[in-house]
């Protein structure tokens, strides 16, 4: 038996109303555009802070659900707007009821769908209403609509549209695939990786949206612009096509992860510790948050094709190449009679050289500049780089040590 108490209805009504303020964007932003969440309505499209349209976004598994004359949805959603401000204003904000319902044909809210509009016919049915209905839940938004004058009424009922038919929680994702199919890669496995980036990307968006009320002190946006989405939809689209690659934000943790546990006893760490690095130090963490990002963003590209194994193994010889002539400059330039730490403090600038120099790119426009330094120490494990100058003797002492103590 269902539970009539359950929380489901309503946090799927509060993820759709998320998920539509996303697909309004992508389908109605233009130059110059911006969208909210709950800052003057459930969503609303702003203009230089002030509101241009009030969307009430509500989700239904009925058809039909909440769109009568009488509904309670109907007569609430006319309450919030007549308490948001002054109904008759002409000039004010236009007011939409987005819906996943479908309005019977003489509603009141089939009146007031753009195709089939009698604005004048449903501020007169909306006034019958009022007067003969005696639903108890209803009673306060049909009181205040019948305080205003009938002018007034008019003018309000003219400032109202009904978008029925909406796509539902579950179709919102495909939906928005058919409107950026001119973004989108060609492989479907693609597109899901596409699409949940970019979801991930709109649900931080959000949090922020919903978050700036109880965090004030903090800076957090109130708006998201159309100038955003189409910066965040370019940058997608050239991560997934030949000169890019796409970033994982779940694969970028921090540091004290349990993702990175046991990588401190790693080569490449113990090749750091060469050049005095302890374990604790900023250097050493960087090192392996970087490893992990790349080593499993790498198993990623290459399973999902993004990268065959020939472009990884082109790009570590180009690197290898680079780390050789850097490398060879600083053995010869220390000679034959350096002291210990002098051959530490070498290690160490050729080190900050490297990672901190622009970075020789797998791809013209991959920007993930933590894969090219995770890229080092990947093969500073495989021992084909190191940083100090006697690395590959010191690394045959611990093997030597390692076999002694098995």
């Known amino acids: 038996m269902r ?37 003057h309505d459930d969503v609303a499209w702003d203009d230089s802070g002030t509101p241009a349209e009030l969307l009430q976004v509500k989700h239904s598994v009925n058809a039909a659900g909440g769109l009568g004359d009488a509904s309670d949805r109907i007569w609430r959603t006319l309450k919030s707007w007549i308490d948001s401000g002054n109904p008759g204003d002409a000039d004010g904000p236009t007011f939409c009821l987005v819906t996943t319902s479908t309005a019977s044909q003489g509603s009141v809210a089939h009146m007031l769908r753009d195709a089939s509009r009698d604005a004048a016919g449903a501020a007169a ?14 009673a306060a938004a049909r009181a205040a609509f019948s305080k205003l004058s009938v002018p007034t009424q008019n003018a309000f009922i003219a400032r109202i549209r009904v978008m029925d038919s909406a796509p539902n929680v579950l179709d919102i994702d495909q939906v928005i695939r058919g409107e950026l199919w001119r973004h989108l890669p060609d492989a479907p496995d693609k597109q899901d990786d596409y699409m949940a980036l970019l979801w991930g990307w709109w649900r931080s968006r959000a949090v922020e949206m919903l978050s700036r009320r109880y965090f004030p002190e903090r800076d957090l946006r109130e708006v998201v612009t159309a100038a955003e989405l189409t910066s965040e939809l370019t940058r997608l689209t050239v991560a997934f096509s030949e000169h890019g690659l796409p970033e994982y934000d ?74 050789d002539v850097a490398f060879g400059f600083m053995v010869d330039e220390l000679g034959d009679s350096s002291t210990p730490e002098r051959r530490v403090e070498s290690g160490r600038k050729l080190l900050a050289q490297i990672l901190t120099s622009e970075p020789l790119r797998i791809r013209t426009q991959v920007d993930q500049d933590f894969y090219y330094r995770g890229k080092h120490h990947m093969l500073a494990q ?17 093997l030597v040590a390692k076999e002694a103590t098995a």
Not at 259 to 278: C, I, K, S
Not at 386 to 398: I, K, M, N, Y
């Open 3 to 39: 539970d009539t108490h359950s929380a489901a209805g309503p946090a799927l009504g509060y993820q759709y109303q998320a998920d539509y303020c996303l697909y309004a964007l992508i389908r109605d932003g233009g130059p110059g555009r911006s969208i909210s969440l709950e800052m």
């Open 125 to 138: 049915a909306l006034r019958k209403v009022a007067a003969e209905n005696n639903a108890k839940e209803t």
């Open 250 to 323: 779940d694969l970028d943790v921090d540091d004290g992860h349990e993702a990175l546990r046991g990588l401190e006893h790693e080569v490449f760490v113990q090749q750091l510790g060469f050049l005095d690095y302890p374990v604790n130090t900023r250097t050493v963490r960087r090192a392996i948050v970087d490893y992990h990002r790349a080593v499993s963003s790498e198993v990623r590209w290459l399973e999902r094709d993004f990268l065959r194994s020939d472009d990884v193994r082109r790009y570590e010889r180009r690197l290898c190449e680079a780390w």
């Open 382 to 398: 495989e021992t084909t780089v190191g940083w100090h100058p006697e690395f590959r003797d010191r690394l045959e002492e611990l």
